[in-house]
Every structure is written in structure tokens, then in C-alpha cells.
């Protein structure tokens, strides 16, 4: 039976609007709802029982909205939590991982480097994904980075810095592929391609997560009726200064 019930999306902070710009444009006439936990970002350097807090408290805020499926639009908290959301909540729940896989299948002669937070490269998800398809890849904890997004920093000197630091180990290697494993970064792109040669590509984890999502709301006949466009809501446990940038970043 359809459902007009709008779909969650939860996120550390802001870079859960770039899984939620890919869900709009593939399923323009659902409605969504993303929540940004910044007041509490980064949960990149959280401990795992922190992060399953923090994703349990915002699931609950989006339960409270009615929905009918949640996203999990960050790979940290994904790779910590997922399947605790899954156990607890009565609707369906899918994440989000660095596209280990699917970069694999870009790669041509050269390396794959896979950014994440540094909670995100060592969770055992992640691991797993590394003992199937790790070969040649580069795993790159990146303290500090999503932070530039949180504040709209998405160019300027300190951020190039930043990167340049972060990036300085891989730049005499063939990197074909880089892997964006956390939702904050597709934001970053431009920045980072900078270093990296034209042929260089970009992925991230946006395309298995809809597709995910499209297979639980085709199982469950969830998708709305309706045939006019969705709307889209944003929360945050911040301010309206968060909920501006959400806007902001969701225009891009």
C-alpha cells in the first residue's frame, strides 16, 4: 500500500544533504526529512556507545515526524550503528559506505584512495569491505576536514592547506579513483581534485544507498502516490545558521 509518510535522513551534521540531493532527484515526488545532529558533530572521534547514543536520540526525533523509512547519511555512523537501528526501529533502515566496490570497477592502472573520517576507516564495515575488495586501496583518515563543511567553508587557503597535509603521502602515487567516504566531502570535490590529475574520477556511496533504499520501499509497497514534487524539511539539534547551510548546500 503506498505511503505519503515522508523518508528520514539523519547525519553528524550538514553532509547528509548530499545523500539527500541524489534521493531527490531519483525520487522527486517523496517527501524527506533530514536531520543534522552538528551541535554534536564531528562523530568521527566519538567512541562507538557515543555514537549509537546519538543516532538512537536523532532516529527518535525523526520517528516522531512520522516517517517511513530512514537513511543513515553517514558512513561513521552507519558503519557503528546500523544494525542497532535495524534491531529497534519498526521501519526500514539503510546506511551508507565508502564505495570501495564500485570504485574498483573504475580503476584502471593505479591506486584507489578512500577518504573517511577516522572513525569510518576503522570500523569493522569497513574492514569487512577491505578484505573483499581492498586491493589497492588506500584507506586516509582525515581529521579535521568535514568540519570545513560544517562551518561552509568549501574553498579558501585553510582548507587547501588542510588538504595538503591530509593528501601530501599520496601525491607521488597513481591515484585513479578517490573515494569520498563521508557524506561531507562530495562538498569538498573541487578542493580536492586540485591535487589530483584531470583523469582522476570521483565516488561516492549516494548510488548503493538509493538503491538500498528503492529495494526496501519496492518490498514494502512504500512509495508515495502522490504526483506532484516532494518537499523537503530540515532540523538540526544547532541553529538556524545550521539550517541555512543545509539549505544552502541543498541548492547546489
Not at 21 to 50: C, H, M, V
Not at 132 to 155: A, I, N
Request: glycine share 8%; charged share 20%.
Amino acid at each position: 500500500m503506498p505511503s505519503n509518510a515522508p523518508i528520514g535522513f539523519l547525519d553528524s551534521g550538514v553532509g547528509g544533504v548530499s545523500v539527500l540531493n541524489a534521493a531527490r532527484k531519483a525520487l522527486p515526488n517523496e517527501d524527506f526529512i533530514l536531520y543534522g545532529d552538528s551541535a554534536n558533530a564531528p562523530y568521527g572521534t566519538k567512541s562507538e556507545e557515543q555514537v549509537i547514543d546519538l543516532v538512537r536520540n536523532a532516529a527518535h526525533i525523526l520517528m516522531q515526524q512520522g516517517i517511513k523509512a530512514l537513511v543513515i547519511a553517514c558512513n561513521t555512523a552507519t558503519g557503528i550503528a546500523l544494525e542497532t537501528m535495524q534491531k529497534e526501529l519498526p521501519i526500514p533502515v539503510v546506511g551508507i559506505l565508502p564505495a570501495i566496490r564500485p570504485a574498483q570497477k573504475l580503476r584502471k592502472e593505479g591506486d584507489i584512495l578512500v577518504m573517511g573520517t577516522p572513525n569510518t576507516v576503522k570500523t569493522a564495515a569497513v574492514k569487512k569491505l577491505m578484505e573483499t575488495d581492498g586491493e589497492h586501496v588506500h584507506l586516509l583518515g582525515c581529521p579535521g576536514l568535514m568540519e570545513f563543511v560544517e562551518k561552509g567553508e568549501l574553498q579558501g587557503l585553510l582548507l587547501h592547506a588542510h588538504l595538503q597535509q591530509l593528501l601530501a603521502p599520496y601525491l607521488d602515487k597513481q591515484i585513479d579513483v578517490v573515494a569520498l567516504g563521508c557524506t561531507h566531502y562530495p562538498f569538498l570535490q573541487s578542493a580536492i581534485a586540485e591535487f589530483f590529475p584531470e583523469s582522476t574520477q570521483y565516488i561516492d556511496g549516494s548510488v548503493l544507498t538509493l538503491e538500498e533504499l528503492n529495494a526496501e520501499l519496492t518490498r514494502l509497497d512504500l512509495y508515495t502516490d502522490k504526483t506532484a514534487p516532494g518537499t523537503t524539511r530540515f532540523m538540526t539539534s544547532n541553529g538556524e545558521e545550521t539550517i541555512r547551510l543545509m539549505e544552502m548546500l541543498a541548492s547546489r
